[in-house]
């Protein structure tokens, strides 16, 4: 089974704290992703990454930048957090086709 | 950008009832489709998935979703519900054509069964 894992599954940062989220999966992905989830909004994507130092901006990723240094380890960036950042993040992965995602637990993030 | 509508956003059934959640996306490429669940507490898994051939895909635990193409849906079916299919559920979408990776996602639907 594919296992994606998130490095907390509560967080709580002050406002312009620098936030890093961690995520590794252990299926030799080369596909990793962060999304975040809101209630009503869904999940929208904020980075992924197709392979090692490659990174693609999805649609909200103001605020936020990412690192992957070893093809299993991806991670989110909030360089300066705010309260607007307070969600639940998800982290994913995929094969190389790229398509079916596997889920890590999330992290859900409060920004006071 | 593409976008993934879901037109119901919290569902209240009782036991046996039978259950449509509508998926509508705005791609006029070729697509991949998806339904993932989230049950309370647990992280999102997927329900099943639509890549081509047989429009009609049969998915975990009883669910079922058709594709219709010409009407950019994706709807989600299941003929009886029981109460452990309480959870949130999402409607996905990646575009095969464009290679884009990933997924854009509904705004989820809020299913309670009642006992």
């Known amino acids: 089974d594919v296992k994606v894992t998130q490095s907390s599954r509560y967080l709580v940062k002050r406002t312009g704290e620098k936030v890093f989220l961690e995520c590794v999966q252990d299926m030799d992905h080369e596909n990793m992703f962060w999304y975040r989830q809101d209630p009503g909004l869904g999940l929208r994507l904020i980075y992924f990454s197709y392979d090692v130092k490659m990174k693609e901006k999805g649609d909200i990723p103001e605020g936020y930048s990412v690192s992957r240094e070893k093809k299993e380890r991806f991670s989110l960036i909030l360089e300066s957090a705010s309260t607007n950042q307070t969600s639940m993040y998800l982290c994913?992965?995929?094969?190389?086709?790229?398509?079916?995602?596997?889920f890590g637990p999330g992290t859900r993030l409060t920004v006071t | 950008a593409q976008s993934v509508s879901q037109h119901n956003h919290h569902v209240i059934l009782s036991e046996a009832a039978s259950l449509e959640l509508g998926c509508n996306y705005s791609?006029?490429?070729?697509?991949?489709l998806f339904w993932y669940v989230q049950y309370p507490g647990q992280h999102l898994q997927l329900l099943l998935k639509y890549f081509s051939g047989d429009p009609l895909v049969k998915g975990i635990k009883g669910f079922e979703a058709e594709f219709i193409k010409s009407k950019f849906s994706f709807n989600l079916r299941k003929p009886s519900v029981q109460w452990s299919d309480t959870a949130e559920y999402f409607c996905?979408?990646?575009?095969?054509?464009?290679?884009?990776?990933?997924?854009?996602f509904g705004s989820g639907t809020r299913l309670q069964v009642q006992p």
């Open positions: 791609y006029g490429g070729t697509v991949n």
């Open positions: 996905a979408v990646s575009e095969w054509d464009t290679g884009r990776r990933a997924l854009t």
């Open positions: 994913a992965s995929s094969g190389p086709t790229g398509d079916e995602q596997y």
